[in-house]
């Protein structure tokens, strides 16, 4: 059974970074492709940043690309997101997925977290 835990949300003033993790179990994490997905209040889920397996091919939504960072540890079977130069756009609750790229096209799956709070706010 996936299991992915989301860390690292928080109240940040505009300008702020933020550091999210999510730690996963119950399924091979350096086989899978991983997606972070996020949801603002009163939107749908937008799928922000993608990485392959291995770690070598990212994916950014224009929205954050240049401000935002996706990594993974898999000894540690442990997602990131850095997070720079936030703003109040960014407010919305963010969850980690497995996810696949086809074509060069993100899909993440339903396979989510219960999310982290991440509230850019002055």
């Known amino acids: 059974e996936v299991h992915l835990v989301e860390s690292g949300g928080g109240l940040v003033q505009p300008g702020g970074s933020l550091r999210l993790s999510c730690a996963a179990s119950?399924?091979?994490?350096?086989?899978?492709?991983m997606t972070w997905v996020r949801q603002a209040p009163g939107k749908g889920l937008e799928l922000v940043s993608g990485i392959n397996s291995g770690g070598g091919s990212t994916y950014y939504a224009d929205s954050v690309k240049g401000r935002f960072t996706i990594s993974r540890d898999n000894a540690k079977n442990t997602l990131y997101l850095q997070m720079n130069s936030l703003q109040t756009e960014d407010t919305a609750v963010y969850y980690c997925?497995?996810?696949?790229?086809?074509?060069?096209?993100?899909?993440?799956?339903?396979?989510r977290g219960q999310g982290t709070q991440v509230t850019v706010s002055s």
């Open positions: 997925a497995t996810g696949v790229s086809n074509g060069g096209i993100w899909y993440a799956s339903s396979n």
């Open positions: 119950g399924f091979t994490f350096s086989g899978n492709d």
